[in-house]
């Protein structure tokens, strides 16, 4: 008749059992009272009182155990949760699962985290969460500042039963305009230390947050706080440790990439790092070399700086030198050695780097462009790497040509010897180079007593390259004219200049062990006709160039003297002088 409660039943459950158990029994002894009494068994009305009594007990006692129940299951869960959130390092995820267990403690509708940013201590909304466990969007969720910032400062919870009727938030203007009607705000403490706040409320339900949800939320709250702030430690440290791998990612990469060698020591002398760029120009292997003393493992290089170790280390003075020590392998090379003191944070100095230069291709390259520039136009020794650029191929562009031949050369040159002829000629070849590299012109090449000149090259560009071409001529004749004042009348002479301005293909041409700077083409062709149609002094232009300098320059038409059957010369131009600007 009367079932016994299984050992897995809650309390409550055993409380209701026994409460019907005992209003069956109350009830069946009623029914049962006339039968027993006449079968001489009489029932003391006080044991109908007595079980009556009891089964009322048992009523009263219901609402606190179950009261006691719910509190049992809402610490269990927050046992459980307390488990999950410190088992997570992640700061997000910690955040959310805060925010919905204090949701769900609390029968909160919404609620939101905010945290102290740790550089400057000011709150940071991070999290809002509703009842469903969704994310809302933090500028639709509107509170009461002053509550939050009130916890965040005092670090004492609040608590409102009805928000609208509270004299100390009713006057807020979040709080008219959007009505909370429940509130709980309680601190996020950490030592003794606020790090933030939580806050939950319900828009509908007044006088849902009483004493025990406080008291239940804050002992959450003790526990969230330090998962959480374990949370942000551990995201501190893993941007951290990933700013620390990438900056050494990219010392390797730095170290790795540039060409200077780069060794440094401790203070003691011993190598700490050594590049790539280092094992490649001294001929000595990373593996080799570091953590060892310098002076063992690049024993010319510690005997080259012995003096100059204690300026850097002691007085903090960057030292360089030179040194040519002979290299394993490579034979004697220059090397530029800069040495720095390394300095820790404190500003102390820890040990010293030196940069390793090797200046052995560059001092040869030097020495080489001087014996160059003793054959070559400027122009063209300071854009060697350009010219390189254009490898044997070219380009098609307009250019202006000048070509000056002196005239009367092969009588005068059967009258002299030889080195006399010789010291002649360069006199003359002087004056026209001078006169080309005034107007930043390239010598193209001699052509025994020939000259020709080339502008607005891709090593020379210029836009106004046939006015150049013109006054180069002019200061040629020019300057012819002055050397004659010094040279002896049997070896005066006068030069004969073309010039014109077309389009031709310039570029490198010859072999790759030996190659030539030059233009080709008919404008080429048509500079040597018009200088051999120009008599001692004459300066012959063509209709091109003409078309281009006419402002600057005067000149009379005259018709060609010579021609070639090649080559079309219907008009040409000689140059009678420089036009007066206005």
């Not at 070399?289 to 080259?304: F, H, K, N, V, Y």
């Not at 090449?445 to 020379?460: I, Q, S």
Request: glycine content about 6%; proline content about 6%.
């Amino acid at each position: 008749m009367f079932e016994r409660a299984t050992p897995d039943s809650s309390a409550r459950q055993l409380i209701l059992a026994v409460a019907q158990q005992l209003t069956d029994l109350e009830q069946m002894l009623w029914a049962q009272q006339e039968i027993i009494t006449q079968r001489g068994v009489p029932v003391p009305a006080e044991f109908f009182q007595q079980l009556s009594a009891l089964r009322a007990a048992c009523e009263a006692l219901r609402p606190d155990v179950l009261a006691v129940e719910q509190e049992l299951d809402d610490l269990r869960a927050l046992a459980a949760t307390t488990r999950l959130i410190n088992s997570s390092l992640d700061e997000d995820a910690v955040l959310n699962e805060v925010m919905d267990t204090a949701i769900a403690l609390t029968g909160a509708e919404r609620g939101y985290i905010v945290l102290r940013d740790p550089p400057d201590g000011d709150l940071r909304f991070r999290v809002a969460r509703n009842a469903r466990r969704e994310t809302l969007d933090a500028d639709r969720f509107t509170v009461s500042a002053t509550v939050v910032d009130e916890v965040a400062r005092t670090g004492r919870p609040i608590v409102a039963s009805n928000a609208l009727l509270d004299p100390r938030l009713s006057a807020q203007d979040s709080i008219v305009m959007y009505g909370p009607r429940s509130i709980l705000c309680v601190p996020l403490t950490v030592k003794s230390r606020v790090t933030g706040v939580v806050y939950a409320d319900s828009q509908r339900t007044p006088d849902l947050f009483g004493g025990g949800e406080l008291a239940l939320l804050l002992g959450f709250a003790a526990q969230a706080a330090i998962a959480i702030e374990n949370a942000r430690l551990f995201e501190r440290q893993r941007r951290a440790l990933a700013e620390v791998s990438e900056l050494r990612e990219l010392t390797d990469s730095v170290l790795t990439s540039i060409a200077s060698g780069v060794i440094t020591t401790d203070r003691s002398g011993r190598i700490m790092i050594f590049n790539p760029a280092a094992e490649e120009i001294l001929g000595v292997a990373a593996s080799d070399a570091l953590d060892r003393p310098l002076s063992e493992t690049l024993p010319a290089i510690g005997a080259a700086i012995t003096g100059l170790i204690e300026p850097v280390m002691q007085q903090g003075q960057p030292q360089a030198i030179e040194i040519a020590p002979e290299v394993p392998g490579r034979g004697v090379l220059t090397l530029s050695l800069k040495l720095t003191p390394l300095r820790n944070a404190q500003g102390l100095t820890v040990g010293m780097a030196l940069a390793v230069d090797d200046l052995t291709a560059l001092k040869q390259r030097d020495a080489t462009l001087e014996v160059v520039r003793t054959y070559l136009p400027p122009s063209l020794v300071s854009n060697l790497g350009s010219i390189d650029k254009l490898g044997l191929g070219g380009t098609e562009r307009e250019i202006s040509i000048l070509i000056a031949d002196v005239r009367g050369f092969t009588a005068f040159s059967e009258l002299l010897p030889p080195e006399d002829l010789m010291t002649v000629i360069t006199q003359y070849l002087a004056v026209s180079t001078d006169a080309l590299q005034l107007f930043d012109g390239i010598v193209d090449k001699y052509l025994g007593d020939a000259v020709m000149g080339l502008f607005n090259t891709p090593l020379n560009p210029q836009d106004d390259h046939a006015e150049r071409a013109v006054r180069a001529a002019l200061t040629m004749a020019y300057d012819v004219r002055a050397l004659h004042e010094v040279l002896p009348g049997d070896q005066r002479l006068g030069y004969g200049i073309g010039v014109t301005t077309g389009t031709a293909i310039v570029g490198s041409v010859g072999s790759p062990d030996r190659r030539g700077f030059t233009a080709l083409g008919p404008p080429v062709t048509l500079a040597r006709l018009l200088q051999e149609n120009a008599l001692a002094g004459e300066i012959i232009i063509s209709a091109a160039t003409y078309a281009q300098v006419e402002p600057l320059f005067a000149a009379e038409p005259v018709p060609p003297r010579k021609l070639r059957d090649s080559l079309v010369l219907p008009i040409m131009y000689r140059i009678t002088g420089v036009r007066r600007r206005e």
